[in-house]
Nanobody, 124 residues
Framework: QVQLVESGGGLVQAGGSLRLSCAAS????????MGWFRQAPSQEREFVAA????????VYADSVNARFIISRDNAKNTVYLEMNNLKPEDAAVYYC?????????????????WGQGTLVTVSS
């Protein structure tokens, strides 16, 4: 079983940038497609971005496309989410998740692992 730990959240002004990290242990991260999801207060968890196990394929939600970049370093067992031009509506708890059978964009899918989340706050 893979364990995931997110980091890098914090408070940023609108227009600013943050980079989130998701560190894996227990299994080789390259065996998993990885995704970032987020959940704002009183809202359902939503898909943000995903990347295939070898890093060759990426998928983004329309709301973050061209602003966020997902990447991975399998040698470091870490996945990243670079977030640029942040908007107040990007504020949420961000979670990373892993799935052995490919990219998943539906947060209701039973993933192989979820992290505990990292809070991103964007001030206007």
């Amino acid at each position: 079983q893979v364990q995931l730990v997110e980091s890098g959240g914090g408070l940023v002004q609108a227009g600013g940038s943050l980079r989130l990290s998701c560190a894996a242990s227990g299994r080789t991260l390259g065996n998993y497609a990885m995704g970032w999801f987020r959940q704002a207060p009183s809202q359902e968890r939503e898909f943000v971005a995903a990347i295939s196990g070898n890093g060759e394929s990426t998928v983004y939600a329309d709301s973050v496309n061209a602003r966020f970049i997902i990447s991975r370093d399998n040698a470091k067992n870490t996945v990243y989410l670079e977030m640029n031009n942040l908007k107040p509506e990007d504020a949420a708890v961000y979670y990373c998740a892993g799935y052995k059978f490919g990219i998943v964009t539906n947060p209701s899918v039973v993933m192989d692992a979820w992290g505990q989340g990292t809070l991103v706050t964007v001030s206007s």
